[in-house]
């Protein structure tokens, strides 16, 4: 069956410091792959999107995800967090013959000052 | 930047009583969606609708839940008798079709006495 993995419920990081979320991926057919984030109240904004081509992709607020085929994975990482990224952070995917997006389960990132 | 609206943001209702949650897509989008987030839980994938039908819906969406583009630019989902597990945030989505992104809203939260 279709699913996407965030193993990481929670994570907390420093202001400052690198960043990871990990994002894997079980899909039958060729992938789209999305990260979006969800501060508290907030609706879904769009980060990032993988459809093809590069599999380094940059998005908004400094982010970045690379698409590795081989692992299934989509990780996202920002070289310097902000507290402003405290947020919940959801990957999706999708592909071609279907509408629907399937989203993994969130992390939910804290920041320490 | 366009952005997809809902409204309301909020709603209380009892347990049996009908609801109708509102979203105005982005103008020129032709893709339709619904999603929910039950509290703590992973968005999940209800219903999308394309040229005035249903295109594809999840096992959740049920006879208890219909959609609708009443005029040129609102999208309704109606639940017909709630209960108390259709407590949850529901998200509204357009694209302008197949694999293009798609904008959420911001979501209506729906509490079920």
């Known amino acids: 069956a279709q699913s996407v993995t965030q193993p990481d419920i929670h994570i907390t990081v420093s202001e400052g410091a690198s960043l990871e979320l990990r994002c894997n991926y079980s899909y039958g057919a060729t992938p789209y792959l999305f990260w979006y984030v969800q501060s508290p109240g907030q609706g879904l904004q769009l980060l990032l999107k993988y459809f093809s081509g590069d599999t380094l992709v940059q998005g908004i607020k400094g982010f970045e995800a690379e698409f590795k085929r081989s692992q299934s994975s989509f990780n996202l990482r920002k070289p310097s967090v902000h507290w402003s990224d405290a947020a919940e952070y959801f990957c999706a995917v999708t592909t071609s013959g279907t509408y629907k997006y399937i989203f993994g389960t969130g992390t939910r990132l804290k920041v320490l000052a | ?113």
């Open chain 2, 1 to 113: 930047e366009p952005e997809v609206t809902q409204t309301p943001s909020h709603q209380v209702t009892q347990m049996g009583q009908e609801v109708i949650l509102r979203c105005v897509p982005i103008s020129n989008h032709l893709y339709f969606y619904w999603y929910r987030q039950i509290l703590g839980q992973k968005v999940e994938f209800l219903v999308s609708f394309y040229n005035n039908e249903i295109s594809e819906k999840s096992e959740i969406f049920d006879d208890q839940f219909s959609v609708e583009r009443p005029d040129g630019s609102n999208f309704t989902l109606k639940i017909r008798s709630t209960k108390l597990e259709d407590s949850a945030m529901y998200f509204c989505a357009s694209n302008a079709g197949g694999t293009d992104t798609q904008y959420f809203g911001p979501g209506t939260r729906l509490t079920v006495l």
